[in-house]
Every structure is written in C-alpha cells, then in structure tokens.
C-alpha cells in the first residue's frame, strides 16, 4: 500500500481533533493528579493512623493496578450503582486518580526535604498551620518538586491512547476509527506516531529547562 498525501489532508481535520481531545484530557488529568496528590500527600501526614494508613493503604491499591482495568471500572462499573460519566470525564478522572498516587510521593519527597528548622522557625514565630504550609513549608517545597511532576504530565500524555478503550475520541480512537472505516492503516497511523512524537519531543525540551531553572534550587 503506498502513501497518499490526499487523504492525508482529508483525514487531517479529524486527526486534530484527535490531538486537541488527548491535550485536553492530559491537561485535566495533570490538574486533577497535582490536586489529589497533594490532598494525599497531606492525609498520610495526619497523626490520625487510622486516616495515615487507610489513604496509604486506597494509594498503594491504585498504584498496584493497571490504569485500564480502572478506566474500565470508572466507565462501565460505576453506572451500576447510579454513576454515569461522560467517555472524557470518566477518562480525566481515572488519569487522575491514578497518577495523583505517584505524584503524592513527590509531594512527600519535597516536603521531607524542607529542613526541620523551617518547621521550628515557623511554631517560634506563633504561626498557624496555614500560614506554616501556605508560606514557610510549601514555597520550599514545591519548585524542586515541579522536574519531576513534568516527567508524569509526559508519561500520562503517552498513556492516553488507553482512552480509547472506554470510547473517548482521542487521537488513537480517531485513527482506528478512520482506518477501519477505509481500510486504510498507514496514513492515520503513521500520523498518531509523528503528533505523539512532537508533542513529546516539545514536551521533553521543557523538562529540560525546567530541570535547569527548578532543579538545583537548594533548600
């Protein structure tokens, strides 16, 4: 079979709508994984072993288990109890969730990493918890953290495709959808692997500048 660039172009405007669905659903899925890693980091902090151990313990399940298996139980389990989502809500929640657990160990990594004087200066400055973490704690904390949140934003991009799997119409959908529908393969595939591959490629040149300008800043 050999290369057509006409129906290149005309599968083209379908190919970025791909795109521009899998950049929204990363987005969202990076925005929501930064939230709950960091509402899990905190909990496992809590002198509460009870709520330590039983979100360490709901972390580590997450992390265990493949993404597609929660993609799965997010879209097609969870309307047997009444919980019916959108193909992309059920998408950004499960990215969500799954990378917020490894992102919630960067979190701890940064802030076990603030110095415990930091600590002792904020109590001896009558500051509340608040004010601890909102201006002493995570300022510290969080841009040494940022190369390495960079680094699963690029790894979830990469796992998008596995969207597909619950009907969202991302770029790795749309090209199924388009090959099966002309039997034709080479054209909507090659153009998934050279959209993936500019993305990531532009994606890694800035983790790498922000691993210059973040990641020797010292505590």
Known sequence: MEWDW??????????????????????LGSALAA?????IALLRRSPNRIVSRSVGFA?????????????????????????LLSPLVAGVIGLGL???????????????????????????????PTQTWTHIIMPQAIPPMIPALANYFIAM??????????????????AKSIANSNYR?????TLVGAFFLVISLCSVFLLRWLERRYGRIES
């Open 185 to 189: 393969y080479i054209e909507p595939i």
């Open 35 to 39: 939230v709950i890693g960091l509402v």
């Open 157 to 174: 991009f990469k796992e998008t495709p596995l969207l597909s799997a619950i009907t969202v119409l991302e770029l790795m959908n749309q």
């Open 98 to 128: 799954h990378y917020g657990t490894y992102t919630a160990e960067v979190y701890r990594a940064g802030i076990d990493n603030v110095p415990r004087g930091q600590w002792e200066a904020a109590k001896a400055c009558n500051l509340g």
């Open 6 to 27: 006409n129906f290149v172009w005309q599968i083209m405007p379908t190919m970025l709508q791909g795109v521009k669905i899998t950049i929204i659903a990363t987005l």
């Open 59 to 83: 972390a580590e399940f997450i992390r265990g288990t493949p993404l597609l298996v929660q993609l799965y139980f997010i879209f097609y389990v969870l309307p047997d109890i009444g919980i």
